[in-house]
């Protein structure tokens, strides 16, 4: 069923009077007040691995979640425990996708999954609200971009430093920070630095582990749904669940989890929203084939110079935070410019961002954080990693998407799916 014409049916029904044994049908909100939604009021919605993070998004925007699935058969008497009414329970996302009655579906898995779900969600008509990294390749997020846009989906990432919340560290919300930025007054081009004082040490704890030995599968999991798209690997308890973003089939160490979320309102910030950077350099020792490692340093540059650079080692203490040719920031928003606060105040506000995902549902307008501009910081966070792994600078075709006389770079936007998963 389309979900779009699903949507609409409600709202008739809500709006309309129903004439058959003299019965009206209001919805509760209408009458009762004290801040009551009806459930027939809400946006449905089924959530996609039910682990730490599934779980933690159970009760969120005014949702309502109807279904659950996870090949953890305890991940799933957990979150059910958590809910006070009884949901639909499912091990295959596939089942969940074709669900009349969701509106939303909330990937909530490992990223090696992300591509193939929001795809086949989009394919089924939901709108889909995603984990960072949006995607473990550059090539599956052009297929979700692909998909999103030839159906007609809204498509939500979920970090959101760019519109709401203090920005690690800076103690400061993004939007003073881009209001400075877009005035001009620290000049072009912009380097940004961003080191363990924020806050962040890239959780290397969060490596994975060689030389693993095979252990049996508990009964509770299915070992080779996990795996998925994958290459098998004999199972380990350390390769997933909490543990899986420390190997390259899955996710990519703490850049993975957390990059996108440090990477995207720099990208906000410096209007980069439609384009990637074009030189990748690195500093990292040799990365093991299978379990991810620690770095030293990653820098971007952008065509017009614009630089990000990723402090591995939290070596740059004292670097401001954006540095100008006419002025620095520093954490805890120190500048070196004079009268800043009113001068920030005497500038016009950024354009306004949808930051309710259920806003964007209702009135099929996209989201702040959708899946463009979530591709490109996205891209951001696959392009270190791509360095990191191969251990040498790349150069990068924004445009094409895709590495200029580097056949093995290119070998990583595309990777393999293990049989029968394909996009």
Avoid at 10 to 16: D, I, Q, T
Avoid at 46 to 73: L, S
Avoid at 284 to 304: C, F, L, M, N
Avoid at 324 to 350: A, C, E, H, V, W
Wanted: glycine share 10%; aromatic share 10%; hydrophobic share 35%.
């Amino acid at each position: 069923m389309n979900n779009k014409n699903n949507f609409t049916r409600r709202k008739f029904l809500k709006s309309s009077i129903a004439i058959g044994a003299g019965l009206t049908i209001v919805p509760r909100k209408v009458l009762g007040g004290n801040g009551y939604t009806a459930p027939s009021d809400q946006l449905t919605k089924a959530i996609i691995g039910v682990g730490g993070m599934g779980r933690g998004h159970i009760p969120y925007e005014d949702t309502r979640v109807v279904a659950i699935c996870d090949v953890d058969k305890l991940h799933l008497e957990e979150a059910q425990n958590r809910i006070d009414y009884k949901v639909k329970q499912f091990s295959d996302f596939r089942e969940v996708c074709q669900l009349p009655e969701v509106d939303i579906v909330h990937i909530a898995t490992p990223p090696h999954w992300h591509g193939l779900m929001a795809v086949e969600a989009a394919k089924a008509g939901k709108d889909i609200w995603c984990e960072k990294p949006m995607t473990r390749t550059i090539g599956e997020g052009k297929k979700i971009v692909e998909a999103v846009n030839n159906h007609g989906r809204m498509f939500r990432l979920n970090t959101w430093f760019r519109f709401k919340d203090n920005f690690y560290g800076l103690g400061s919300e993004v939007f003073p920070l881009k209001k400075l930025i877009d005035s001009g007054i620290l000049g072009w081009p912009l380097k940004v630095t961003v080191s363990g004082i924020t806050g962040f040490n890239w959780k290397f704890y969060w490596s994975g582990k060689h030389n693993l030995t095979p252990e049996k599968v508990p009964d509770n999991l299915d070992y080779d749904m996990w795996l998925g798209p994958a290459p098998y690997r004999p199972y380990h308890p350390h390769r997933v669940h909490a543990n899986f973003r420390g190997y390259w089939d899955y996710d990519g160490g703490g850049l993975g989890d957390m990059g996108q979320h440090y990477l995207d309102p720099v990208q906000y910030m410096l209007n980069k929203d439609d384009e990637s950077p074009i030189r990748i350099e690195v500093d990292a020792p040799q990365q093991h084939y299978d379990a991810v490692g620690s770095w030293k340093r990653i820098e971007y540059t952008y065509a017009d110079g614009c630089k990000i650079i990723l402090d591995g080692e939290n070596k740059d203490k004292d670097a401001p935070y954006i540095e100008g040719p006419n002025g620095k920031i520093y954490q805890g928003f120190r500048t070196d410019i004079p009268n800043m606060q009113s001068f920030i105040k005497s500038l016009p506000d950024p354009e306004p961002q949808i930051s309710v995902f259920s806003e964007s549902v209702k009135s099929r307008k996209k989201f702040a954080l959708n899946e463009m501009n979530g591709f490109r910081s996205s891209t951001l966070v696959n392009l270190g990693i791509i360095a990191v792994r191969l251990g040498r600078s790349l150069n990068f075709d924004s445009d094409k998407l895709e590495f200029i006389d580097d056949e093995g770079a290119n070998r990583l936007i595309n990777q393999p799916m293990r049989a029968p998963w394909n996009l």
